[in-house]
């Protein structure tokens, strides 16, 4: 276990390090020069040239990005080049808390309603209420967020006028409601479906009924011996999510007028920031690989069964 | 009866027992009735999409202001654009986008390169195995949506440019046709569609790669190519089918994102995704919601079609689920 966790650890600055280049290299090669960006297109020449030789834009691009990295390593991820004078730093961590909010409020939806959901359904396969829930989940799963967030602000911003549709207060205000709802949409169908199926298996099993027979309580069975063998795909998916989220935070930022990281990081792209490209691609990648790993370590602890590291690891 | 059977197994007898699977499982897809509804309505959007030009009764271009916004009516059934533009005409061009962006992503990166990789990572083992599958566990491990909007904005410009020289010589417009958006929105998603199809053919040919007719065939002199392709990916098609047609809406999805950002397919080519991103305001909710909710709705349909008939296929090509 240990010696997995480390070998996943060690892959993690190489995948770094790889990411990084190619998105530093895209950013030097690809078209706009910083410079003239930072500058704007009327730009006296000799200025251009003096900025350039300052910043070090003349050096060859490994010494250019050797030193990039040793900044970073230090926490200090440069100056934008559209918002002069505000280091990325400072841009990221306002905007990175409004969507890690946004995010954590639908991961919370889905969890909290698609897994007594989809434990519900399980405990009642082939009624009404099961069949009944998988249709919706199936829906509920296929309905992409581009129909979702116009319908939901359709009925209930503009006909019903019950709840603001633009904008942003925090955690603790109704704008963040319909946004969190139609991200929780999807995830709380794939959980509920995902709950359902592995309840419906674990059920079966019969350590399952010897629980029962040894005159455990209806409630202790379920939530300790069905549940908790039946979260392990389902923290799976947990952890492949989070691409999702990240996916549909982009359209529900831009629905919904979120000042978040999604927007930053169209708006970067199209004005060629790439000091903020950079960071957030780099924080992007960390975030994601950490997660998987949690994912991978979250196993043992409900399965024992499982060991790390035996296996080929996928 | 059955000696006969048993003393003629020819060539000839193979191929029909291999054909008799696809037969089978097809026939098991067509038994369901949300296999053919699925497929019917794929192959009609996918028809309309290719046969564009053909079936809409105006251009994409054509602009009238005198008719613009207007609501649905029989002369423009899904209603007009703000430029007076017919909104199914345009529609249906956004299916040809997405047409063409599936087909050929799917066709190069999990068809051509996924499963080639996955062939020689299986057969041939050792450091060709590792090597394969550590460029592809890293490339999985990135967050593929950053990257691809990423190399899109960066390398579709030199690509133009490129593609602007190959014109003077050939005194062709291309780039105006929007090859050049399709090519590059192709690759970048090949970048990280190819893995999992790898991995998949991976893991089947290490099961099939240990039966005896593979080492039968080795035996009597076939080349590796054609043990590769004649005796071991025929029998490992069943998932690779699945895998793709689960795949389908994963890619139509990436590039109507892409699109909706406005990093993927440039005006004026019409795409679901560029045409939901002109509409997607609180005011064109209030004044004109058909603007949105048509090129919305099309795209839902297809997105759950997709994802139905990935559960269909699954049932009737995987051999485990049968």
Redo the contacts between chains.
Sequence with gaps: MGTYIAKRLL?LP??LL??SF??FA??R???GDPVEVLMGQYADEKVVERIREQRGFNDPIFIQYGRYLSNVVRGDFGESFKYRGRTVSELLKKKMWVSAQLNFAALFLSVSIGIPLGLFAALRQGTFWDTGTVAMT??G????V??T??VV??VF??KLDILP??GWGGFFDTRIILPAVVMGVPGIAIITRLTRASTLEVIGQDYIRTARAKGLSEFVVQRRHVLRNAMIPVITMLGFSL?GI??TS??VE??FGIPGIGNL??ES??SRDFPI?NA??II??TM??IA?LLVDMLYPWLDPRIRLGGEYA? | MLLNEVEQPGLGERDQVSRSYWAISFHRLLRKKIGVACLSIIVVMYGAGILAPVVTPYDYNDQNLSIAKQGPSITHPFGTDRLGRDQMTRIIYGLRTTVIITIVTLVTGSLAIGITMGLLAGYFGKYIDTLIMRVGE?TS???????V???I???K??VTKWVREIEDVVNFDIVSLGVVDYLVLSMALTIFSWFGMA?LVRGQVLQVRENQYVEAARSIGATTPRILFRHVLPNVMGPVIVTVSAGL?AVA?SE??LS????GIQPPTPSLGLM??EN?S?SV??SN?HL??FP??T??VL??TF??LGDAVNDAFNPRAR
């Design positions: 892959w190489i995948i790889i990411v190619i998105t895209l950013g090669f690809g078209p199936l829906l799963q296929s309905i992409p581009f129909l967030a116009p602000l359709l911003a503009l549709t633009h691409a990240a996916f982009f359209i831009r629905f990081f169209i792209i199209f490209i957030v691609i992007g990648t994601f690989v998987n996928s | 890293v491990a990135f967050p593929e949506i950053f990257l909007l990423i190399i904005s960066t390398v410009a030199p991995r809406a999805g109507i994102l909706f950002l406005g990093i939901i991103f997607g609180i909710l209030r919601p949105l909710l919305v709705l795209l839902s997105l759950f994802n139905l």
